[in-house]
Structure formats: C-alpha cells, structure tokens
DNA sequence: TTTTGAGTTGTTCGA
DNA sequence: GTCGAACAACTCAAA
C-alpha cells in the first residue's frame, strides 16, 4: 500500500478518468487531489476563462469533498506536495501542447531526484496526438486522410468506473480556489463534470439529429457549446463518441468529424510546436502584411461597419464566445480584408475566449489565413456580406449584438451603408472589400511558387 | 518512382 | 433568381 497524487490539469472529472484510476489503484492508503494555479493560469485573472476555471474547480472541490490548490511552478508544488505525504508517484494524463509537456518534463525531473514518478495515463484525447501516421510514419498533413485513418484505428470504449478514492490532504500552504467574477455583465456556462454531462444529455435529446442543418447559422444558435467542457476535460471525447455511436445519424456523423478535427489540431500542434505562433507553411512568411493599428483595435472591438464582422466581435467581448461560424467569418476579414497577420487575431481569441484551445485555435486561424494544413486554394476569401445573407439571412444575430441595426429589417440588415439615412452610431466600412480581396489575392501572387 | 485523384467550411461571373 | 463553371497551381496520400 502507498500513497499517490492525483495531478488534474485539463481533466477535471472523477468519471472515466484513466489517470485518476490509476492514482487510486496504486494509492491505497490515500491519494492527493491537486491542483496547481500556475503563472499561465493564474495570471489571466478577470478573463471569462479564469472565472471558469475557478467554478470548474469549485465543482470539483465539491465532488471530492475538498481539493488541494496551490500556486506556483508546477516542477516545486508537485514535488512539494509529493514529499509532504511520501507519495511514491504522481498519476497525470498527458499533455501534449508545446508548454504542458515541457512542464511536465520538468515536474517528471524534478519528481525523479526524489524518486519519484510521473506516471501519464490517457489524455485529452480519444486517440492521443503522435499515435496516427502514414504508412511511411509521417504525421498527416490533410484532415480527410486523417479522419479516415482516425476512425480506422478507433478508440477505447469510456472507463465505467468513477475514482473513489481515499482522499488524502497535506498540510501547508493552499491557495484558495480562484473565486473570480467574470467581466462585468458576462455570465460563465455552468461548470464541472456534472453540468458537462448534464449539457451533453440535453443536447443529444434536444438539437444533435439537427446538427449538421443547423450548426452554421449563428442567429439560430443551437450549437452544442461542448468546446469549453472539453476544454477543461469534465467529459471525455470518448464518452461523447459513445454516446455517438448510440445515436447514429446524420448529425452524429458530423459531430463525429468536428471531434476529430479537434484531435487532428492536436496531432498537428504536437508534430510541429513551432506553429504555436509559427507559419506551418513557412513560404507565408515572406507575404507582405500591414502593421497592426487602428484597424485591430477597430475590429476587436467590433467597430469595422461589416454588420456580421462586428457582431461576432461584439459576441466575443459580452459573452466570452462566438459561433464557430462567424470566427472564420471575423478571421478572414481580419487577415484578408484587413491584412493583419493571424497571429495578432489568434492571441485576442485566446484572451478572450473560454474554450480557447491552443491547437483548435491557431490552426483554425491558420487554415483561414491560407497558411494552415488543408491545401490553401488563394480563392478561399470570406465575403462578410455574403456570408451573413447566407447564414444569418433574417439578420437575428446582427440584430443580437449590434443595437444600433436592430431597427433594420432583414433587406438592410447586411448594407447599411446602401441606405440613404445610415443608422446613427453605427460606423461606415472600414474598407472596400471588393478591393482588399484584389489586394490579398495580389499578395498572394507576390508568395507563389514559394509555396512549398 | 511515378501516377492519379483529391483537397472542411468560397466567390464571382455569365448563361 | 438559379446554376454550373472557373478560379492556379500545388501538395498530399496512396496505389
């Protein structure tokens, strides 16, 4: 009999949790619930991702009865943690980001000089990142491909089991849960294993059969908003896979391939950490772009005249969320309308965001700037006009976030600058798009035959 | 090694 | 209004 330490990180849930039932197995004379607020985590205070952490954690605290927060480098606190009980190892799943496993390669030797272990069990993941190659062991570069090789090489079914465990707590030094109001007037989703579970049964019921009808239209808003769940790992994708498989059907079918497109970032993100802020298409980083100035500033804070451009802008800041749709909505205009380099783009959808994933999030703005995985055809150019006709054609998600359109009817809702009398306040184009689509494509131009 | 078919999410133009 | 073709050339993946 031992002790152990169970580490959560981005695994906040007691059921089908490998790592954890690994802790217990090997813990039998208690294990260590702990949690460490690093300086990545704890320095974002006041975003709607702290506030959600900390209600995530909360939940968590209360599921086990209490739970073990300290703050500091994780390579002191978990040795510290370890030595204070004598426990023989630590139990993790794996992180596969460019800071989580360099973290964790660090805690791993500063735990072996104590002999100490770091035992990684499972990750995020239904199939972890390095694990799908090509015949000739090469990571895939194209999703189609790797969605085929994903589901062929298919995933284990959720672990029916819940960590119960003999909950052991060190004395010394904790740190409070973080206890932080979102920004003023934004409310957080409701946070921890159960309300994960609770989300994701009420979807299946209520909106999955409909997901691929609906999942684009940004007014209708019937999304799943699993993204920040799974974010923080109070479900499995496995356990949404299972509960896939049950439902089959066209919308599960599609769900199915948005979960894998997640894992395939993932894999992408773990191959090449240099595209973390990086170009995975590196001949892009001879395009020519424009300083960043007034122009951010203006679509950041949803001030561009483009009616679904700063709706989803607007979103983003009064929500701490946007419909999947308008972010590559926003995404191409910021890039190819406005010509700002997608890093700028992609560092305010992480500080703003609370589901922002590392690997989702920089390749999805990769994809978009045409500089991503997938080939980049130089036509893929988002119309922000013809986009909100398309998706939101009645004009309810313009009319949502963007009061000073709300009196427009869905004729006028996407060209209010055609209207004779514009709407008081609201701000006229920032640019001609059909000009900056000519200026990108000639950009674009300047780079070819560097491509790759 | 060579060949072949295909590549998340688009737009515009002209019939 | 609707629909299909064109928009370049290249890379990827597999046979």
Same mark, same amino acid.
């Given at each position: 009999?031992?002790?152990?330490?169970?580490w959560?990180?981005r695994?906040l849930?007691?059921?089908?949790n490998?790592a954890?039932?690994?802790?217990v197995?090997?813990?039998g004379d208690g294990?260590?619930?702990?949690?460490?607020?690093?300086?990545q &985590?704890?320095?974002?205070?006041g975003?709607?991702r702290?506030?959600? &952490?900390?209600?995530s954690?909360?939940?968590?605290?209360?599921q086990?009865?209490?739970?073990?927060?300290?703050?500091g480098?994780?390579?002191?606190?978990?040795?510290r943690v370890a030595?204070?009980?004598g426990?023989?190892?630590?139990? =993790?799943a794996?992180?596969?980001t460019?800071?989580?496993?360099?973290?964790d390669e660090?805690?791993?030797k500063?735990?072996?000089?104590?002999?100490?272990?770091?035992?990684r069990?499972?990750?995020?993941?239904?199939v972890?990142?390095?694990r799908?190659?090509?015949?000739?062991?090469?990571p895939?570069r194209?999703?189609?491909?790797?969605f085929?090789a994903?589901?062929?090489?298919?995933?284990r079914?959720?672990?029916?089991?819940?960590g119960?465990?003999?909950?052991?707590?060190?004395?010394?030094?904790?740190?409070?849960?973080p206890?932080? /109001?979102?920004?003023?007037?934004m409310?957080?989703?409701a946070?921890?294993e159960?309300a /994960?579970?609770r989300?994701?049964?009420?979807? =299946?019921?209520?909106?999955?059969?409909?997901?691929?009808?609906v999942r684009?239209?940004?007014g209708?808003?019937?999304t799943?908003?699993?993204?920040?769940?799974?974010?923080?790992?109070e479900?499995?994708?496995r356990?949404?896979l299972?509960?896939?498989?049950?439902?089959?059907?066209?919308?599960?079918?599609?769900?199915?391939?948005? =979960?894998?497109?997640?894992e395939?970032?993932?894999?992408?993100l773990?191959?090449?950490p240099?595209t973390?802020?990086?170009?995975y298409?590196?001949?892009f980083?001879?395009?020519r772009?424009d300083d960043?100035g007034?122009? &951010?500033?203006?679509?950041?804070?949803?001030r561009?005249?483009?009616?679904i451009?700063?709706?989803?802008?607007r979103?983003?800041?009064?929500?701490?969320?946007?419909?999947?749709?308008?972010?590559?909505?926003?995404?191409?205009?910021l890039v190819?309308?406005?010509?700002?380099?997608?890093?700028h783009?992609?560092?305010?959808?992480?500080d703003?965001?609370?589901?922002?994933?590392i690997a989702?999030n920089?390749?999805?703005?990769q994809?978009?700037a045409?500089?991503?995985?997938?080939?980049?055809?130089?036509?893929r150019?988002?119309n922000?006009t013809?986009?909100?006709?398309?998706?939101?054609?009645?004009g309810?998600?313009?009319?949502?976030y963007?009061?000073?359109?709300a009196?427009?009817?869905a004729?006028?809702?996407?060209?209010?600058?055609?209207l004779d009398n514009p709407?008081?306040g609201?701000?006229p184009p920032l640019v001609?798009?059909?000009?900056?689509?000519?200026e990108?494509l000639?950009?674009?131009?300047?780079i070819?035959?560097? =491509?790759?």
């Open positions: 009999m031992a002790k152990t330490v169970m959560f990180r695994d849930r007691l059921s089908d490998p954890l039932l690994d802790a197995a090997a813990g294990v260590v619930p702990l949690f460490v607020l690093d300086d &985590l704890f320095d974002k205070s975003t709607p702290q506030a959600y &952490l900390g209600a954690l909360s939940a968590l605290a209360e086990i009865g209490d739970l073990h927060v300290v703050h480098k994780a390579s002191d606190e978990v040795v030595r204070a009980v426990a023989d190892s630590v139990h =993790i794996a992180d596969f460019p800071y989580g496993s360099q973290r660090d805690v791993e500063a735990l072996d000089e104590h002999d100490i272990a770091l035992l069990t499972g990750s995020y993941y239904a972890a990142p390095g799908i190659r090509k015949g000739d062991n090469s895939y194209v999703y189609t491909p790797y085929k994903w589901l062929e090489h298919g995933w079914p959720p672990a029916d089991r819940v119960e465990a003999a909950w052991i707590f060190p004395d010394g030094r904790t740190h409070p849960i206890d932080q /109001a979102p920004p003023p007037g409310t957080v989703p946070a921890g159960r /994960a579970r989300r994701w049964a009420d979807y =299946i019921d209520a909106d999955l059969a409909d997901y691929d009808d684009d239209l940004p209708v808003d019937r799943s908003r699993m993204s920040v769940h799974l974010k923080w790992g479900i499995h994708p356990t949404m299972a509960d896939l498989a049950d439902h089959p059907g066209k919308g599960a079918d599609a769900y199915r391939r948005e =979960i894998a497109f997640r395939f970032y993932a894999d992408v773990f191959h090449r240099d973390v802020d990086g170009y298409n590196k001949s980083e001879a395009m772009y960043p007034a122009v &951010l500033e203006a679509w950041k804070n949803g561009t005249g483009f009616p451009v700063d709706a989803g802008m979103q983003l800041l009064a929500e701490g969320w946007m419909h999947n749709r308008v972010r590559m909505i926003v995404a191409s205009f190819k309308d406005l010509h700002v380099e997608w890093q783009g992609a560092r305010h959808f992480l703003k965001l609370v589901d922002a994933d989702s920089q390749h999805g703005w994809w978009v045409g500089c991503g995985t997938d080939a980049s055809p130089y036509f150019i988002f922000p013809t986009q909100g006709k398309k998706f939101d054609a009645a309810d998600y313009i009319r949502r963007v009061p000073e359109l009196g427009l009817d004729r006028n809702i996407h060209e209010p600058w055609l709407p008081e609201y701000p001609d798009h059909a000009v900056e689509r000519l990108s000639s950009r674009y131009d300047e070819r035959g560097g =491509i790759r």
